[in-house]
Every structure is written in C-alpha cells, then in structure tokens.
C-alpha cells in the first residue's frame, strides 16, 4: 500500500474558497458534450452559459479533443521562447486570418485577465505613458491590473484599493439606462462628449496609453451600444494618437456574429485581447496587434510559464478550424436573429422582461420591477433562472445587480435544443410572478 494520504470525503465546496464556492448552481457534471452536461446523478442539462463563453465550438468537440489528445502524446509544454512547438507556430498562421486590421503579433497567455493584463503592459510600454481610459460597467478580470479597470460591480475592487492608478473611467454607451437620461437615437451621443471632456479637462491627452473597453459589454449586463459610439471612439483615439484596446475576451470567436464584434462594428482596434472560446476550455489567451506595434514590446518587458501551452494551442488550431468548417460565425447570427425576435415577442407581454438586446447568440434578457422607474429586478430573475434549471437548462446572470440572463448557447447548438432552450425560458418568464 502506497502511503499516499487519503482525503476525507468532505464535499468540494469546503475546501474551495468562498470567493467562489458560494456561486451557482455547483452542478456536479461528469461528461460533456456539445450543449449537453451530464452530472453524476445522471441528470441532463442544457449549457446555455457555454462554459462562461469557452465552448462557442462546444463541449469537447470531437475535432478538438483529438487534436489535444495527440498533441498530449507527443509533448506537454515548453515554456514558450526556450521551445517552440507545431501548434503554436500554426495557431499565429491561423489567427490573423480571422482578426480586424492585420493582427500578425501575438503575446500568447493562459487566462482573460492575463491577457488584460498585456494590453494594459503594451500600451504603457510602447507608449510611454500612463494613463488609461476604462469605461463604467466593464469587466475585465480579477487580476489586480484587470480589476482596476473593472467597474461591472462594486465588490469586484472592494478592500483591494488602492488600485492601478492613471484609469479615468468614461460611461459607457447603456443606452437602457442611458447615464444623461437620454433615449436612443435622439441624444446627440452625449457619452462621446463626456470622453471628450476627460481629456479637455481631467487628463492631457498626451499622458494616456489606451482606451479600453468590451465593445459589448458581458458582465456588465450584455450592453450593445451603438455603433457609433464604438467609431466615436475610433476617431477620439485617432486624433491624440492613443491607442484602442478592445478586450473581446467573451465577444470573441464567432459569439456576436462575426468572428469579432470589432468587424461587426466595422472598427479595427490597434490593441485586441482574446481567450475563452480561442480554444474550446484549454486555458489559453492571447495579446494581439500588428507587429509595427507590439515590434517595440522589448525582449523581457513580459513573459509567461504556461503561456502558448502546445496542448492548448492545438486544441485553438482545431477550434478554428471547426469554426471555419461548420460556418460558426455566420450560424451565431441566424440563429442569434431567431431567438431574438421570440425573446422581443416575450418582452411584448412580459412587463418585466424590460430590456432584450444582442448581436449573434449573445443575448442579454434584462429584468425589472413594474413602473416606470426600470429598477432592477434581481430576484425575478434569479426566479426564472431557478426555474430554468429545474427543467434542465442552465442560465448565467450578468448586471450590476445580477438581474440580466446572459443567453449564450454553444454556436454549435442544434436547432432542437435552441428551441428547447427558449422554450424554457419563455415558460420561465410567463409562470413566474
Ligand atoms: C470581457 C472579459 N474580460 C476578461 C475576463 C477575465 O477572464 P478570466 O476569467 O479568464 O481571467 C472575462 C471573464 O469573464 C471577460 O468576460
């Protein structure tokens, strides 16, 4: 007998910190496939979270777990600079194949919040400057550079201050709950203007790096602005010859319709920083912009261990290459327009189902209290969520106050279980009071 200590029987969740044990629902899965997890019970359930966004292509993919699988045999990891691996070098082919602008350089990572981190550590350094313009309601990650450009909720940075300094936070375009009491359309696009205050009156232009932000936003509730704010901003970071981050670290790889949300809004960022889907769940992540650019980045201004991990990478090469075969992008927006137009038909007779709104098959549904006033209405929603699982479709809050659905099934979903899905969630919002 080996004298390996054997560990009590005590559930996960004691032994998880409670930064994250208490979230929901702990489903106990035991294989994974497509839209579907399978717990230990044997219980099915429909992923209409994606994994958080990482499986646009999936659960395991046949094409991705075998292309992992082979790679697993014949080697594990680098690190990346002291080996090279075949993935990797067929990963940075692929990539800029499918990016705005020419993105042919790339600072390879393993979470979102690390390649945050690497934008935030590229425009300062190629820049020479400091300052950094975030915008309300973003989420960026939990890493202390992400989290303090991270305004999507409060507890996010609570008892973590003080934070990064030089961020100047901007409102965001949330056009429902519009920051200058405006309606869409008619409002001249006063949060353009407040950006443009900023840097008339707060911080010299000269002084800031980057602008950065979701060009929908996804913690913060699924807030598509409109496209002109995203141009606006273009043109503002133009003109004082800052640079545009997009963090499209959950809008990325099919999600909105387009391989990015940056093509949808027909704007080309000089900074991107992806992860999630790029490789179906492998933990892998990516800075990425033209080499005119991140040419600069000096060598050892930044490195990484697990960074580019060649399992991972090609994992990410499989994933594009499903991406590209089974048309992801291009079915997120037809079936996108599907269950928009039946979550529109709901809001019509649902008097709290406010807001829906999204691009592809990133679909924000947003609750409120009856009135006039749009308060938020968390607690319906965790009501229809709660419902939603009981019946076996599993659905992830998002907003300041956690009373938005994120509706966002794998772009590989059939049209069997998005129909299932939107059935459930219609019930959902119809039965519950
Ligand atoms: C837009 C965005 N940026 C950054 C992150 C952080 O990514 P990670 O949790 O992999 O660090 C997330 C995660 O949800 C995200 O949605």
Same mark, same amino acid.
């Given at each position: ?49 994606? &994994? ?40 940075? *082919? ?20 690390? !390649? ?83 840097? &008339? ?18 913690? &913060? ?47 080309? +960022? ?15 992540? !990516? ?33 594009? *290459? ?18 928009? !137009? ?54 992830? +809050? ?10 966002? +099934? ?15 969630? *219609? *019930? ?6």
């Amino acid at each position: 007998m080996s004298g390996a200590p054997v560990l009590p029987a005590v559930p996960l969740q004691q032994r998880l910190a409670p930064s994250l044990a208490r979230d929901w629902p702990r489903l106990p899965v035991a294989e994974a496939r497509g839209t579907e997890l399978i717990t230990t019970d044997g219980r099915r359930y429909l992923d209409f979270c994606s &994994g958080m966004a990482t499986v646009n292509a999936g659960h395991n993919h046949p094409r991705v777990t075998a292309a992992a699988r082979q790679q697993l045999e014949r080697f594990i990891h680098g690190p990346l600079g002291v080996v090279f691996s075949e993935p990797l070098a067929k990963l940075a *082919e692929e990539l800029p194949r499918v990016m705005p602008g020419e993105k042919d350089m790339f600072f390879f990572s393993c979470s979102g919040s690390e !390649a945050v981190e690497g934008a935030i550590k590229l425009a300062r350094h190629v820049t020479g400057r400091p300052g950094l313009i975030a915008f309300t309601g973003g989420f960026h990650g939990r890493t202390l550079g992400a989290v303090s450009i991270t305004t999507s909720k409060p507890k996010y940075r609570a008892r973590y201050e003080p934070l990064l300094g030089g961020v100047y936070f901007a409102p965001f375009a949330y056009c429902y709950r519009c920051p200058f009491g405006k309606e869409r359309l008619s409002c001249g696009l006063d949060c353009l203007e407040a950006v443009r205050r900023i840097l &008339g009156r707060v911080v010299h232009p000269s002084e800031v790096a980057a602008m950065i932000l979701e060009p929908i936003q996804g913690e &913060g509730g699924y807030v598509v602005p409109p496209r002109e704010f995203i141009t606006g901003l273009r043109e503002i970071c133009d003109h004082h010859d800052i640079l545009l981050v997009f963090d499209e670290i959950q809008t990325g790889f099919g999600r909105t319709g387009d391989w990015f949300a940056s093509q949808l809004f027909g704007v080309v +960022p000089d900074v991107l920083a992806v992860a999630k889907a790029i490789a179906s769940g492998f933990p892998l992540s !990516a800075v990425c912009a033209h080499r005119d650019l991140m040419g600069k980045w000096t060598p050892g201004a930044h490195g990484t261990t697990f960074g580019g991990n060649p399992v991972a990478a090609a994992a990410a090469v499989a994933t594009l *290459e499903v991406m590209h075969r089974e048309g992801l992008p291009a079915r997120a927006r037809r079936l996108g327009q599907q269950a928009l !137009a039946r979550f529109r038909d709901l809001a019509g007779r649902a008097e709290r189902l406010g807001d829906v709104r999204g691009e592809g098959l990133m679909i924000g549904l947003e609750f409120v209290q009856p009135g006039p006033d749009r308060r938020s209405d968390p607690d319906f929603c965790r009501r229809v969520r709660e419902r939603c699982l009981e019946r076996g479709v599993l659905l992830y +809050p998002c907003g300041f106050d956690d009373h938005v659905i994120r509706f966002i +099934p794998p772009l590989t979903v059939s049209e069997e279980h998005l129909e299932e899905g939107i059935a459930v969630l *219609e *019930e959902a919002v119809d039965g519950c009071r």
